[in-house]
């Protein structure tokens, strides 16, 4: 049974907390003595976080994920909803087909949408809703077509959630990391150094984001509540292309 009194603390509930910036933001809840839920299809690698297996493109895990967390929260609580997790497609305005493009949507802002309703419920104020964006949710790049998409429809999400919580106690802001040294960026990029040392000097101290450096503004947003319907820009500096 979980232990969710009400307490000064944070429960924090992040998708994508296998890897990456959400296993590194997964770490930094822990490290304050936070609960942390970690979502994903695979467990998170800190062991103190809560693992629940979900595939957040299943309609039915969704199901099962919220059926475990409002089965033990009865009463409001302090709850960092953190959207994390993402799909990443390689794809174009031309080649891109509408399963396809739906498999994206799915993850990237159905499963969000299906989180952020049936846990509003149980936030009480001091909670927050996180989107991990992207620099992507604000331009597009050739080759990211349905993944440039959802990051700007997620920008829409967190702009509208601050909107339609206004009175509520609950803030919410996109954190857009730059190009940051994780799993994701490693499969679309491929393990060449020459290229990561390329994508890496594309800002101005050289060298790619750190996962953890993601997390720390992640957190930062959670203790604030003065950063509500703001962008984050956690890039180092991106020069212009
Ligand atoms: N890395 C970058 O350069 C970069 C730049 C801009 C924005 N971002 C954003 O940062 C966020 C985190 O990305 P990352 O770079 O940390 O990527 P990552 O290391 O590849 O991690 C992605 C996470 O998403 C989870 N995930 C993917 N599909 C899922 C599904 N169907 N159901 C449940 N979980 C799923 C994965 O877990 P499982 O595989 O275990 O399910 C994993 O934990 C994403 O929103 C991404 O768009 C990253």
């Known amino acids: 049974m979980l232990d969710l009194r009400p307490t000064s603390r944070t429960l924090a509930i992040i998708t994508g907390a296998s890897a990456g910036i959400g296993a590194a933001t997964a770490k930094a809840f822990l490290e304050r003595d936070d609960t942390v839920i970690a979502v994903a299809r695979r467990p998170c690698p800190h062991t ?102 959802s990051k700007h429809a997620q920008l829409g999400m967190m702009r509208a959630t601050c909107q339609d919580l206004m009175g509520s106690g609950i803030h919410t802001a996109m954190v857009c990391p730059g190009f940051t040294d994780t799993e994701m960026l490693r499969t679309h990029l491929g393990e060449d150094t020459e290229v990561l040392n390329t994508i890496g000097a594309m800002n101005s101290f ?36």
């Open 206 to 241: 050289s060298r790619l984001v750190q996962p953890e450096e993601i997390a720390s503004g992640i957190l930062f947003c959670h203790d604030n509540p003065a950063i509500n319907g703001s962008v984050f820009h956690l890039n180092l500096g991106q020069k212009e292309s």
């Open 48 to 149: 103190k976080a809560i693992s629940i297996a979900t595939d957040l493109t299943s309609n039915e895990s969704i199901d099962a994920l919220i059926q475990q967390i409002t089965s033990q929260i009865d009463v409001k609580t302090r709850i960092c909803l953190v959207h994390n997790a993402a799909k990443m497609n390689k794809d174009s305005v031309g080649a891109c087909t509408d399963d396809d493009l739906r498999a994206v949507l799915d993850t990237n802002i159905i499963g969000i949408n299906r989180l952020n309703q049936a846990l509003l419920p149980y936030m009480d104020a001091g909670s927050s809703i996180v989107y991990v964006g992207s620099t992507l949710a604000e331009k597009a790049v050739p080759g990211s077509f349905s993944y440039v998409i």
